[in-house]
């Protein structure tokens, strides 16, 4: 149909051209000629107009717990997490000290006769003077060998000295490479509560995949959501291990 629209269109001026173009014939008002050729022209799209497609993708995940609520326990997911930011917290107040205090000393683990003590429990301790700690075992002289190997592997960049049932440990001044050492430890124990969140979502999710009668679009948005507020806490954790790095480091 489109054809004889277009031999219609084009008769009247190919009969006014047949003097300027004799090899063109017409049969039958039949027009016989070569196939037409078309360029195919494509426009592009400017720098500015580039993405455009791609706006509001990775957009903030909004929470909602009482939707959550009726299909997972947020409490627990929320204690949990919590309490591995706590411990984390903890241990970086106990440990990560620019100078080694008593309370890192007393909660120092012991493994003596297949158990795990705090030193604190073997041990009378006490602070002779700023640069120097008193550890008394008078009570438990046996266990001096594996409170040094305690000590030794404390990360604490201590070297106590023994005096019978005694060890004294002087406080080392604050080094550079002392600094490090905290700092790679302060990773190390952000790191563990970064995995111990990230356990919580796994198990979590799992649960949520295991539970039947529910559609799958609601099991989609509750893991998403899962998902989201782990990925709060975690984030909590990453400020926390970078401002205690820079208070080691001093950077």
Do not use: W
Request: proline share 4%; glycine share 4%; hydrophobic share 35%.
């Amino acid at each position: 149909m489109g054809s004889r629209i277009l031999q219609r269109l084009l008769l009247p001026i190919i009969s006014r051209s047949l003097k300027s173009y004799p090899n063109l014939t017409i049969r039958n008002e039949r027009i016989i000629h070569a196939p037409l050729s078309f360029t195919l022209v494509r426009n592009y799209a400017k720098s500015k107009d580039k993405g455009k497609e791609k706006k509001g993708k990775g957009a903030k995940v909004e929470i909602n717990l009482a939707m959550m609520s009726e299909i997972v326990a947020v409490d627990k997911i929320q204690d949990r997490c919590k309490a591995a930011i706590e411990k984390m917290k903890e241990d970086f107040a106990k440990n990560l000290s620019l100078r080694s205090t008593t309370g890192s000393i007393e909660s120092l683990p012991v493994k003596f006769d297949g158990k795990e003590y705090e030193l604190q429990e073997l041990a009378q301790i006490v602070r002779k003077n700023p640069k120097t700690l008193v550890i008394n075992f008078s009570s438990f002289p046996q266990v001096i060998p594996d409170a040094l190997k305690a000590i030794h592997n404390s990360g604490l960049n201590l070297n106590p000295q023994q005096d019978g049932t005694t060890l004294f440990v002087p406080v080392p001044k604050v080094t550079k490479e002392h600094r490090e050492a905290l700092a790679k430890n302060a990773k190390s124990l952000y790191i563990k509560c970064r995995d111990s969140v990230k356990d919580v979502q796994n198990d979590f999710i799992k649960k949520v995949k295991k539970q039947t009668g529910i559609s799958e679009d609601t099991i989609f948005d509750v893991i998403k959501q899962i998902t989201a507020m782990c990925e709060e806490y975690q984030n909590e954790a990453k400020s926390i291990y970078e401002a205690k790095h820079t208070e080691l480091v001093g950077k």
